[in-house]
């Protein structure tokens, strides 16, 4: 665990304390959360534990990310320093979380001699079991700006949740994916950590699912780009029934890196929660992200991922194009 997930783990467990020494105190028990569910009828059988493992979204550790990414990394403009240190720490961390980790290093951003890196993580035991890519981009648009809901924000709820998914048992096999140069590179170029990854390396992935400014707003949207990605657009809605989120009908944009992944022919929908209206500005600082609006996206993701059937997976693969078939997989 890394010291900021140390961090904001030690001031979870210093609030408990501190609820608990109040308890003592005062003896008031609606202050202690769950004091009055000692219910006389036996509690029903737990559910299973990846069908509840949404609730778990810890915000505050995608937080402590979030404040690292900004405030110790800063802005990580495409081929910049900062963006390669970045790369360095998202997989380390992946690497902690017990995930095989590959960095592609070297993705050229079209001016001489500044590149990019896609750091790369798949959930140990995957075999030859169907991926589903989670991903989202590390870089920021700017040296300017310190991008925290642009997209420090996607990287920190990606993390949490694989954190969460490491050693579930699912129909398929998860693969992290943190993009580099997801936003216009010097060579003017956008997209392309993730173009250099759908295109080259997606073989058996049937679905990705793109996080991308999930930390300020109220509105859940999920984009679609083409229309072989309706289906999973429609699991992600159904997780949202289930957890009683409104989702706007969000319609089609090809502005984040789900879109190489449908140029790719692999379905694939963009999460973002919005109105963000400081996007692309200096503004874009780590104070201003919300804790609830981490966790609808969060939980949301969670619960989409631990809901997928084998028989969705089968649906998602066969709606892969031929161009998806033929890539190879890389990244191991
Ligand atoms: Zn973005």
């Known amino acids: 665990m890394s010291p900021q997930r140390q961090f904001a783990h030690g001031l979870f467990v210093g609030a408990n304390v501190l609820m608990a020494a109040l308890y003592v105190a005062f003896g008031t028990e609606s202050h202690w959360p769950g004091a009055e569910t ?57 690497a902690d979380l017990g995930y095989i980790v590959a960095v592609q290093r070297g993705i050229t951003l079209g001016k001489a001699g500044q590149s990019t890196a896609n750091v790369v993580g798949l959930a140990p035991g995957a075999g030859r079991k169907p991926r589903i890519v989670v991903g ?38 998860i693969q992290v994916v943190f993009f580099g140069a997801e936003e216009r590179s010097p060579g003017g170029e956008s997209l392309v950590g993730s173009r250099h990854f759908a295109r080259r390396c997606a073989g058996s992935a049937v679905a990705m699912i793109n996080v991308d400014m999930v930390g300020c707003g109220t509105d859940l ?25 409104s989702v706007a009908a969000s319609g089609h944009s090809a502005d984040s890196d789900h879109a190489s992944f449908a140029r790719a ?56 194009g031929s161009q998806a078939k033929a890539a190879r997989y890389c990244g191991r």
Not at 63 to 70: K, M, Q, R, V
Not at 145 to 159: E, I, K, P, R, T
Not at 266 to 284: C, E, F, G, K, Y
Not at 306 to 317: G, N
Request: proline share 7%; charged share 15%.
């Open 38 to 94: 000692q219910a006389a009828e036996p509690p029903a059988l737990p559910p299973t534990p990846a069908q509840t493992l949404w609730r778990q979204f810890e915000p505050s550790d995608a937080l402590g990310n979030i404040a690292y990414l900004c405030w110790e990394v800063g802005p990580r403009p495409a081929g910049s320093a900062a963006e390669r240190q970045a790369a360095a720490y998202l997989a380390r961390e992946l």
């Open 136 to 173: 989202a981009h590390y870089d920021t648009v700017s040296p300017a700006v310190q991008g925290a809901n642009d997209n420090a924000s996607g990287v920190a709820v990606v993390l949490e949740v694989a954190s969460l998914l490491v050693k579930q048992s699912l129909p398929y096999a």
């Open 221 to 245: 949207h999920v984009w679609q780009y083409g229309a072989r990605s309706r289906y999973l657009a429609g699991l992600v809605a159904r997780s949202a029934a289930a957890l009683g989120l």
């Open 265 to 320: 022919a692999i379905p694939s929908i963009w999460l973002q929660s919005l109105p963000d209206p400081r996007n692309h500005t200096s503004a874009d600082q780590a104070q201003r992200i919300s804790v609830r609006s981490l966790e609808r996206a969060g939980r949301l993701l969670l619960h989409t991922l631990t809901s997928l059937q084998a028989e969705d997976v089968r649906l998602l693969q066969k709606r892969c």
